[in-house]
């Protein structure tokens, strides 16, 4: 009954065996898009959500009017945590593959968005993470160790055992308990920055969403406040090409780019390369001085692509060309960072070499001293009564009970 | 104390909490220039701004997920959903995230968001206004679910609801917003000034969650509910002419085990009323717990009289309502069971 | 805390005591707005978004290219109907108001919509309508003695007396059934045109959705679907700029229009002078034939007002200024059409006069006829049994006990 | 016959169906080109084309929304939601719409949806891969809910569940998708091969909703229970050397009373057992039903065996999980009860 099927079926532009093929990306020349004022209304600048704001050029210089001033000391830095990032996926994954911990999601190719926007936002804003945004708690100061302790679920978990890997949060560092559940940080961000400007403070927040979580319920809550309320909030989507198996299209991104989800509700939408960190950079402050400045959210999409798998569990190679990635227009991240720096005179190839080989011993340290605190098999390992605090504030007559229950079933076991 | 209906108790209760405590915001379809569609709000936003009672799009999951983030940043927020049947929208937030949030977080984390929401029928509602879908939130782990039966009730456990750094659930049995109701709709309503409920202290108090209410006192059996059914029982057993306890559950999480366990050790007897439908509602967890609690003491099964399992229809209303007769029914099968 | 406060709280133009103030709404002159081919892509008919189609000017004369060619005959049909619906509505809320039935809610000011609209779809196109379109029912031919049947949750009444008044359906005339619960009819006509397209069928879906309504998810999840499939689905939002007591702004309406909100989507939208029959026909006719010649959705504003209470258990003098309909700058569609009718020499006030007495007879000869079906407190009335039907296929074992426990009780009270 | 897993056997019954009925479509995450997260549509889209397999957007409301419009429109689909962590942003259109459409419509509008849906722990999944909220479900009125515990239940009631003019929400226990488990996770992995249930026709065949399996026969009590506990409980009654009845419920709704009746009546004892959380599961109505049927016969409370009440822990999934101590706790309790 389906021949003469009229249904449109999205399909991406390529499969395994194909060859890659990104000709539907419209990409802009480095430095061709202007820089608007950041407190221009929103429907002057509405051509931000087609174009693609790009600094750095092929050959890894800055070009054009949102090349951001930025001390080269930064720049190294920016380059080191996504190195160290890369390199803890590394191992994460590896780990994973020897049966160390349970789950493991890399952030391969992504990391320029976490770091780049990182550099902007002040401790006092607060994050609204996606499972891609390791490199995000990096920036803001969490330690590596802390992140490998909730991988393993040890004692020094600081989600107390409670989540599956990579479901990390870090109270001092303002960033908030990552969900399970796709996109529900959305409104929770939101709301956040509606606080904020209540409170009449000048806080932002910030929160990343996946390109296929975009057709979520919770994506179109937070804008629709976002757009009644005017919060200060900078709302991300991070369009890696891919939602596990599949392509954005099937998030309805193949007439209109991410960027412009918001201009029905009047949210003013910037596409912007993902790859290239001063582009991210520079495309973040300008929205968090809108929304100090002027107030209102501003939706930032990142066009990357997803370097690796989606997660541990998956196997990309049976739905997308093994060679993707490298056939991606807009390249790697750490690489273009890289070169930029070598080629303003900064950088080495053989200090880049040397700082990997750096990286790669403080992750290997990192993770000696992350199992020290317990793995999935080996001691010490968390209190199982703990199994029962906080589900409320304090424990209730009926956990205590169940806790005893489990205490002399195990006891009488042992 | 003064004479107030329920509305005037909630009123008051967020009147109260957003003098006292200036972190709490109200949210809610409605509530603010216009004071709610049951009033519940009225006069709230003219005193306090429009920056703290706020009108809100009709998006029941962008209020609670964005109250979970106003809750976050410091503020107490409490959401009001119009009617209880539109809350589905809002559970993935509740269910996934503000119920687990404290949790997942190691402690790190919480937001102390109230959800209050009208639910019940026997107001020509229809299957659309006419729900009570408490069953679906008892379930969870990590909020607390609450339904007064009074208005005295409805101040202090409001009032201790928003204190509480746990989410919680409130539920307003809209058929006794404006009086008890004790079944009978041919009978001239009846106000709040003729029940003890009715005298509401002006001020701050607060009724602890958790602690049930021996609403009368009695031999025969025990009868367990809560919200409109207080009163329908009430009636029914008086129009049987026994002696029975009657408890008035009130916070259904956390729930006061001891009381009924007390109760039913006492009586024997037990029967457990509610106008939600049956099959798995919170009826048979109240079920399990007495028989798991009194089982030794139990002289005849516990009798479950609830809405029939079917969407509250209109034109049935007050067949589909467990009224004064089914409880008779019920009283009569515990009673006679032998 | 609050004395700073940032946050954006809409405020609608004017309040109860206040001169009525439309200047917020974007009006193009009558026959101003170019008419594209059905055909045309998206991204080149954008501006109909924020246009306004109109057809009839303040003189009642038919402008533009957008002018439809429609027979006097099936005008003075369209301008009966609309009339009906009035004498409809005037009718059901004072029996709401005496008591004879629970509740109502009035579509006064909307019927060109439903009209108009229902003049261009065929009966094997499906309609998924919302409470305010009972002019639809009627032009598909619906009986209005069974919407007052509905309504008085009578023995004719086509819920079996299962919902409150106004939540009719109708099979035969391809009519959903209309919920209580807000905007969950629309992934439903996606879903319905999504299976027309796979059958090869050219049968089209259409759904009506307030604009307050707008943020609620089943939207975002409707324009997500219709913008991947690209089913033929006319989405139609009925801008009546108010929400219960929230104006328009309230769901993100203050800096765009409802049309534009599946731009984001490549979804085009054009916004219509909801209050002009010839112009809600042409923009209605166009959609249906950009869907059926080259498939996809389309999403059309109707710019109109709520004449009455949202409902009968509404009062908006509490909100609104009493005067504000009469402001209204796209004045009441019965009276333009009845203008435009007699402008062009084909009726005349005395015939106008005539046939809203004979409407109002006709309505009164229904309700005598409905009521013969029973009312809420006389015979005949619904066999209490039918309460356990349909909530299965079949009644199950369970609800033939529940049935007849309640008879029991029923039998031993009389 | 042939060795199906649960997988296997699930493939097989939507492939049947797909070419059975011309009208079956299946809707869902990943489910088309890649054949699903757990592979339960591996193939089908090659077979029966884009257009009868389709891969939606990741929105389970519009999912389940847009299945209903489709189902309106004369078709039947099959809808999976990835996990059953993942339903609630469709609880709406499942309760509003779904549950009440036929009702609500005096009968005159339906859609056929079968919305599966993997459940329970054991897979490491922590708090968001591995919830059971099955009562969520069980309590609504107008949806039928399903669990099989191996394949060939599996096969045969889905096969019921996609045919039937009602909706059936079908849970599938991820933690048996691979072979049977009978809680303890230091043991190897058994397959489905070495399981008489692992034994399913290649070809059509139907269980009907509304039969529970005695999937052993004995006289000291009766263990009412379903999915993966099925086996948990069969282990433990082995390793406790009793004879017991144990049932696996299958159909939750329409729920089997007559088979439960029959073995309380005969054994006079009872336990529950799933891996839900206690308050307010399933369990309480299997509980509160027991002992409405069989109060006379009972010789001993009701034992319910559950999850605890927190989030499904990633760290103490076997501390959480409910496994043979815990049922051998219960039969304890249960047995030794005075
Ligand atoms: C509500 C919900 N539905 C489904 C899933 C399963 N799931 C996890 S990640 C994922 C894909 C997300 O894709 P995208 O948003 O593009 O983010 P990316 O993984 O590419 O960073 C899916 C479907 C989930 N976690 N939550
Ligand atoms: C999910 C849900 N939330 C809230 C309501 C209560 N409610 C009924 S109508 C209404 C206002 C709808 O406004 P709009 O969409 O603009 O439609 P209009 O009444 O103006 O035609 C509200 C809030 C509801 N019926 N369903
Ligand atoms: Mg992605
Ligand atoms: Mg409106």
């Known amino acids: 009954m389906t021949e003469n099927s009229s249904l449109h079926i999205p399909r991406p532009s390529a499969r395994p065996g194909d060859e890659p093929d990104f000709s539907y990306l419209a990409l802009s020349e480095a430095g061709a898009v202007r820089y608007p004022d950041p407190c221009t209304p929103a429907k002057d600048i509405e051509h931000l959500a087609g174009d693609l704001v790009r600094v750095l050029d092929d050959d890894g210089v800055a070009q054009g009017e949102w ?7 930064q720049l190294l830095e920016a380059l080191r945590l996504m190195l160290l990032t890369r390199q803890l996926d590394d191992r994460m994954h590896r780990m994973q593959r020897q049966g160390k911990i349970s789950f493991y999601m890399q952030s391969i190719g992504e990391e320029a968005i976490s770091v780049g926007q990182g550099m902007v936002f002040k401790p006092t804003d607060m994050m609204f993470p996606s499972y891609r945004n390791q490199a995000l708690f990096i920036q803001r100061g969490t330690d590596i160790v802390d992140l490998m302790c909730q991988c393993l ?60 979580s ?33 392509f954005q299209g099937f998030a309805g991104g193949q007439r209109r780019p991410f960027a412009a989800r918001g201009q029905g509700l009047g949210i003013p939408g910037v596409r912007v390369d993902g790859n290239d960190l001063l582009a991210v950079y520079a495309v973040t402050r300008w929205a968090v001085e809108r929304a100090r400045n002027c107030g209102g959210p501003t939706l930032i999409e990142h066009v990357t692509y997803r370097g690796g798998a989606h997660s541990t569990s998956d196997d990309p190679s049976r739905y997308r060309p093994k060679d993707e990635w490298s056939a991606f227009p807009l390249g790697d991240p750490v690489k273009r960072l890289k070169q930029h720096l070598i080629k303003s005179g900064h950088w080495s190839d053989e200090q880049h070499e040397a700082l990997n080989q750096e990286l790669k011993e403080t992750v290997t340290a990192a993770w000696k001293e992350a199992i020290s605190y317990g793995t999935m098999n080996d001691a010490p390992s968390l209190d199982v009564r703990s199994m029962f605090d906080d589900v409320y504030k304090e424990v209730p007559e009926r956990l205590k009970r169940q806790r005893q229950q489990l205490l002399d079933i195990k006891g009488a076991k042992s | ?98 119920a687990r949030l404290r949790y997942r977080s190691g402690g790190d984390y919480f937001s102390p968001v109230t959800v209050r929401t009208p639910c019940g029928g026997g107001i020509r509602g229809g299957q659309t206004h006419s729900q009570s879908p408490e069953a679906l939130f008892t379930h969870l782990s990590g909020i607390n679910t609450v339904m007064p039966s009074n208005p005295y009730d409805a101040k202090g456990l409001l009032i201790s609801a928003i204190e509480s750094d746990d ?15 004790d079944g009978d709709p041919d009978k001239p309503a009846l106000a709040w000034s003729s029940h003890p409920g009715g005298d509401v202290p002006e001020g701050y108090y ?80 109240l079920t399990a717990t007495v028989q798991e609690e009194c089982f030794w003491h139990l002289q005849a099964p516990i009798e479950r009289v609830t809405g029939w399992e079917t969407p509250y229809p209109h034109a049935f209303e007050w067949d589909y309502f467990p009224g004064q007769d089914r409880i008779l029914a019920g009283i009569r099968n515990v009673l006679e069971a032998v």
């Open chain 1, 67 to 73: 090349a951001p001033e930025i001390e080269p000391a």
């Open chain 1, 153 to 212: 679920s040890n004692t020094r978990d600081m989600c107390k055992g409670r989540q599956m890997p990579i479901m990390y949060h870090d109270r001092k560092a303002n960033m908030f308990s990552i969900s399970g559940n796709l996109a529900t940080q959305y409104p929770h961000a939101v709301g956040w920055a509606m606080a904020s400007a209540i409170k009449g403070e000048d806080h932002v927040s910030s929160a990343w969403i996946g390109d296929g």
């Open chain 1, 214 to 246: 975009t057709a979520e319920a919770d994506f179109h809550y937070a804008l629709t406040f976002a757009a009644v309320y005017q919060p200060p909030v900078i709302l991300n989507v991070v369009n890696n090409q891919w939602a596990i198996s599949t």
């Open chain 2, 1 to 98: 104390m003064s004479q107030m209906t329920m509305i005037q108790a909630i009123n008051s209760a967020l009147d109260v909490m957003l003098d006292k405590d200036p972190t709490v915001i109200l949210l809610g379809e409605d509530i603010g220039y216009f004071g709610g569609v049951f009033r519940c709000t009225d006069g709230l936003q003219k005193k306090y701004g429009e920056h703290r009672v706020i009108d809100a799009p009709i998006a029941e999951g962008g209020i609670i997920g964005s109250a979970i983030g106003i809750g976050v940043n410091g503020l107490r927020p409490v959401a009001e959903i119009q009617f209880a049947d539109y809350i589905y929208p809002g559970l993935d937030q509740i269910i996934s995230e503000l």
């Open chain 2, 167 to 181: 989410p919680v659930v409130f539920f307003e049995p809209k058929r006794i917003y404006n009086g008890p109701f």
């Open chain 2, 206 to 285: 607060s009724i602890p969650l958790g602690e049930a209410a021996v609403v009368e006192e009695g031999d025969d059996l025990s009868i367990i509910t809560y919200g409109t059914m207080v009163h329908v029982a009430q009636a029914a057993v008086k129009k049987a002419g026994i002696s029975a306890d009657i408890i008035d559950v009130r916070s259904l999480v956390p729930l006061d085990v001891e009381t009924l366990k007390q109760s039913v050790e006492k009586t024997g007897r037990c029967l457990v009323a509610h106008e939600a439908s049956k099959f798995g509602g919170y009826g048979a967890e």
